[in-house]
Structures are given as C-alpha cells and as structure tokens.
C-alpha cells in the first residue's frame, strides 16, 4: 500500500538554497561549492530528480544570478529577497505547489542525502508528516525533537530551547514531507516570536498537532546522509566521506585501487575488468577504462575514453582525448582536447598532444609537440619535433601519412604533408611537402672554417 501511494500521489520538492553561507568565507554562493566536482546544489537536484517528482523549486536568495546562471536544470527557480527563516522560504515556492500530495523539503546545502533515505521517509509519512531525525553525541546547534509519550510534538530550536530541552539529543536534521492540503494554512499560521525572529519550518510540528495529523519520524541510518555544510571543514569532511565510498564501490567491482585513500573520482566512470589505479589519481568528469587498462601513479585524467590494455605512466595529464587498445601514455605525457590515439600507439615522456589524430602503431616518445595534426599508421616521430602550427593569428595542420619516420629535432612548419614511408633528416625545418619514400633534408650544411683563431683573453681587462 506504501508503495502505491509512492507511485500515485503527487509529490513535490522543495529544495532551500537562499541563505549566505557565512562561514565558508566564499565569493561563491555556498550551494554551488563541489563535492566530488558536483556543486552540492546539483547533487541535491540530482537526488531530487530521482525520486521522479511532479516538480522541483528551488529557493534562492544570495548569489542567486550566480546559482541561476551556473545550474542548468529543469526546476522552478524561487526567489526569497528576505531570509526570513524556513518556513518562509518553503512559503515562497507555494505556487508551484500541487493542491493534493505531499511535499518534500529539502536543504542545498545537505548534499549527501540519498534517493534511499527519501524513499523511506516518504514511505514512513504516508499522508502525514514525515520527519528525518539523528542522534547526535553532540547536539549543540541543532533543532530539538520533543516527544510526548514517544510522539513527536515539537521542534525547539537550540537559541529557544530550556537547558532541560538542550539534554535532548535526538535533533531534526531540516528534512520533512509534508501533506500539501495542510501545508498552506501552517506556514500562513506560522509567527516569528522566537529568538531569531524567524519564521520557523519546525513550527508546524506543534500546528500539526492541533489537526490531528500524526508525526512520523524516521532516524537517519548515518548522519553524514543528513549532513549540512556551512564551513570548509564541513565540505572536506563529506569530500571525503563520498570518496571513501566510491572507492569502496569500485573496489567492490573489481577495480584495484592501490590506496583507496588516496584516490579520488570527480565525476562517472566505466570501467572493464582488471583494471588498476595507482596512488594519487584524480578522474574527472566523464571517464571510460576498457579491461586491463592500469594506470600509474599521480595520473589527472578528465573526461576521457581508454581503451583495453592501455597503460598509462605515472604523472600523465589528459583531457578529453580517445585513446585506442594497448597504446601507452607517459610518464609526464600531456594529451590535451581532442588528442585521438589508435591502438598500440606510443606517447612518452614530455610529449603535448592537442587536436590531433595517431594512427596504428605510430609513436612520439620523447619531448614532443603535436598539434593540429594527422598522423597515419606505424610513423615514428623523432625526438624533440614540434609541429610549428601557428603563425600568431591562425592555425595550420600537419598531415603526417604512414610508416614514415621524423627525424629528431625536425621543425614542421604548417600547412604541412609528408607522404608515406617518408623519411626526414634530423634537426631539419620542414616548410614544404615531403614526397613519398623519399629522404628530405632540411637544414644547412655543415662547415668548418680551417682558419678560425680562438680569442685569447686580454690580460689588460
Ligand atoms: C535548521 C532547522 C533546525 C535543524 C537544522 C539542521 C529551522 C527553523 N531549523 O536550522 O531545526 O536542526 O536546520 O541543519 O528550520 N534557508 C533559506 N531561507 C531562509 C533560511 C534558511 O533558504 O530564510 C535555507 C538555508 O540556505 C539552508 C537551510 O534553509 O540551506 C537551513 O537554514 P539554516 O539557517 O542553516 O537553519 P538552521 O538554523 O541550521
Ligand atoms: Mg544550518
């Protein structure tokens, strides 16, 4: 029967995001501070959005040009000039309110709340009130549960609380589902005589109670779930609370994590089987490891694509780039946006990689630059090659065909082709096509003048 009511009943959220967040000393509205590079707003819309809800508002007051313009998601934006307390806020976001069904509070600033959690909460409160509590060793702050022959009664908030009230340590953590026929009258009744001077969520508890409509508290099943952030020791503690449990997840699939401790995922991944991350890695963003890919120590890789058997060196930077099946990447190799590796490729040390496409095979291993550039398959490029791709205002290819070899130190000025099997001599400026098969040789000749004299230092000086 719970069940259907999940399915059936209008539901709507609320999520309040209009307070300044003080304490994390920030130019930046706190709500759209990153945990695990997700703002905490975004994780919370993102949560909301699972529960499939008829709609989501969210409220917002300080920085709101910048939570608006940083959030791209379906939700009804609220304004809340004043923060006049809680109830207010969740007052302001009443026409987007259903007539019927529930609504569902929550905070932007609790960001590891989960889809788990307000599914049982939304089942504990049926047609009633739910209410998400904790147990808390140290209370202090927090709005007080007062219960009456085991019923919840009242929500006493710490500044308003007796020293008696204080003793309680079961505490209100802020989220609440609330019967939306109810809900317009309570927060309308709702007074502001308390020592914040604040209209105050909490109270409809107490205005509950003379309507008859029950108090269902749930206790949350760990408090990090229901955990608000309002310093940066906060955000770092549940950083770290969210990278535990990834890597804990990955673990559990199968991914070798050196050291879960010192592993750190920004974002999704997808991964084969048998892969292995060394210490240090941050992943950022979008990332895809087939099986077998192992990467090394101190590696940053955003949004990415590696294939099977692919290793990558320690201290390795890629972003956004494809690379095929049993290539290797580093160590200190720097692919950039739209570097695109075929399998078996070969990046080595101190190679910058930008927009540029490697066929089969092809290898660059030592202190590299190629950019804008079509490399065909089984080419090896030279040491120290640069492909010269800008003139100051535009920038030009390098189309490189197969099997070809550039020599070490070779300049390749663009617009640039060299076909295959060409071979270029080393230390040479290529500024005009190279024909196939060929040996070209671009730099001057070697001399050496016979009747040089080396100075000799004047003793006079
Ligand atoms: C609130 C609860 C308290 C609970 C605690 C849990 C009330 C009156 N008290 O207290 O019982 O234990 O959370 O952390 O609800 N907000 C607005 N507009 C406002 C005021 C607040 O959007 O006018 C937002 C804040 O940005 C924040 C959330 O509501 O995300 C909670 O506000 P906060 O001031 O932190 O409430 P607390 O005093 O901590
Ligand atoms: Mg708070």
Known sequence: MQADLMSTSQLNIIILAA???????????????????????????????????????????????????????????????????????????????SAQGRTLVLYGDVPLIDQQTLRDLLNVAGNDIGLLTDVLDNPTGYGRIIRNQGQVVAIVEEKDA??????????????????????????????????????????????????????????????????????KNQLAQLERILQQQQAAALLQAGVTLRDPARFDLRGQIKHGQDVSIDINVVLEGQIQLGDNVSIGANCIIKNSVIGSGTTILPNSHLDNCTIGCNAQVGPFARLRPQAQLGDDVHIGNFVEVKNSTIGTGSKANHLTYLGDACIGE???????????????????????????????????????????????GAGSTITRNCPPDQLTIARSRQKTITEWVRPEKNDNN
Request: net charge neutral.
């Open 19 to 97: 307070g300044k967040g003080t304490r994390m000393y920030s130019s930046l509205p706190k709500v759209l501070h990153e945990i695990g590079g997700m703002s905490m707003l975004e994780r919370v819309i993102h949560t909301a959005q699972g529960l499939n809800p008829d709609s989501i508002s969210v409220v917002i007051g300080h920085g709101k040009d910048t939570v608006r313009q940083r959030i791209h998601a379906e939700v009804n934006w609220v304004e809340q000039t004043e923060q006049l307390g809680t109830g207010h806020a969740v007052k302001m976001a009443l026409p987007h309110l």
């Open 162 to 231: 007796t020293s008696t009230e204080k003793l309680i340590n079961e505490t209100n953590t802020g989220i609440f589902v609330l019967p939306n026929h109810k809900l317009a009258q309570w927060l309308n009744a709702l007074q502001n005589h308390n020592a914040q001077q604040e209209y105050y969520l909490t109270d409809v508890i107490a205005l509950a109670q003379v309507d008859h409509i029950p108090v269902h508290p749930l206790q949350v099943r760990a408090s990090y779930l229901a955990a608000g952030v309002n310093n």
């Open 378 to 424: 089984h080419s090896n490029i030279g040491a120290g090659t640069i492909t010269c791709n800008y003139d100051g205002i535009n920038k030009y290819r390098t189309v490189i065909g197969n099997e070809v070899l550039v020599g070490s130190g070779n300049m390749l000025v663009a617009p640039i082709s060299i076909g295959d099997r060409a071979t270029t």
